[in-house]
């Protein structure tokens, strides 16, 4: 079946560190790829996607690529600031497995002053 | 254009009560989820719907939860009776049919269950 697997936390980086976040998958076909993000006491909040090979998604200074060959969607971010704080979930999405996201189990970032 | 609305966001509750959390999705949206949160197994699906049909209910923990869709802009959760373990954040969630193709999905904030 389709899972996701990423980087257990958590994560302390100093202020202006850089920033990567390992996701690898497992399914069939080209499925879509997405980094949620969970601040303090709030609910998911798409932060950038990919929906085929090598496109890379990017939003608020994070990147990631989908990399069919290594089934990864590292999450980066060159310079990370205290308001990054949060957890990061990496999920897949396949249309014929069902309308669902599969989530992996979320990486906690702290990033201090 | 508002987000997907749950309430209540927190709730405490004795073992034994019933429960019921209510969703109310992006207006247009045509599927529905239920998500559950804890530290231990992270984010699974409960159930989801499309057009307030229950499609897939396999995530579903027990006969004590039931969930309903009575219309396009709301569905509640319910748990009867509680017990401790179901202490966790609800989360609910809507797709457009649009977006089914690349499967963006919108999250509510979460209703916070503490079962005492």
């Known amino acids: 079946g389709n899972s996701v697997t990423q980087m257990e936390g958590p994560v302390t980086l100093s202020e202006e560190a850089f920033l990567t976040i390992n996701c690898t998958y497992t399914?069939?076909?080209?499925?879509?790829l997405f980094w949620y993000v969970q601040y303090p006491g709030e609910g998911l909040q798409l932060l950038l996607k990919?929906?085929?090979?090598?496109d890379k998604g990017s939003n608020k200074g994070f990147e990631a690529t989908y990399r069919k060959e290594t089934t990864s969607f590292h999450l980066e971010k060159g310079s990370v600031q205290v308001s990054d704080s949060a957890v990061y979930f990496c999920?897949?999405?396949?249309?014929?497995?069902?309308?669902?996201?599969?989530f992996g189990k979320g990486t906690s970032l702290l990033v201090t002053p | 254009d508002a987000g997907v609305i749950q309430s209540p966001r927190h709730e405490v509750t004795e073992m034994g009560q019933e429960v019921t959390l209510r969703c109310k999705p992006i207006?247009?949206?045509?599927?529905l989820f239920w998500y559950r949160q804890t530290m231990m197994r992270g984010l699974e699906l409960l159930i989801y719907f499309n057009n307030n049909v229950p499609i897939d209910d396999s995530g579903m923990p027990e006969d004590r939860f039931s969930a309903k869709m009575p219309n396009a802009s709301f569905s509640t959760l319910k748990i009867q009776p509680s017990e401790p373990r179901d202490s966790a954040v609800y989360f609910c969630a809507s797709l457009s049919h649009e977006a089914t193709n690349t499967g963006e999905l919108f999250f509510g904030e979460g209703s916070r269950l503490t079962v005492l």
């Open positions: 399914a069939t076909g080209y499925p879509s």
């Open positions: 207006s247009g949206h045509d599927y």
């Open positions: 990919a929906t085929k090979a090598d």
């Open positions: 999920a897949l999405y396949r249309r014929d497995s069902g309308y669902a996201l599969n």
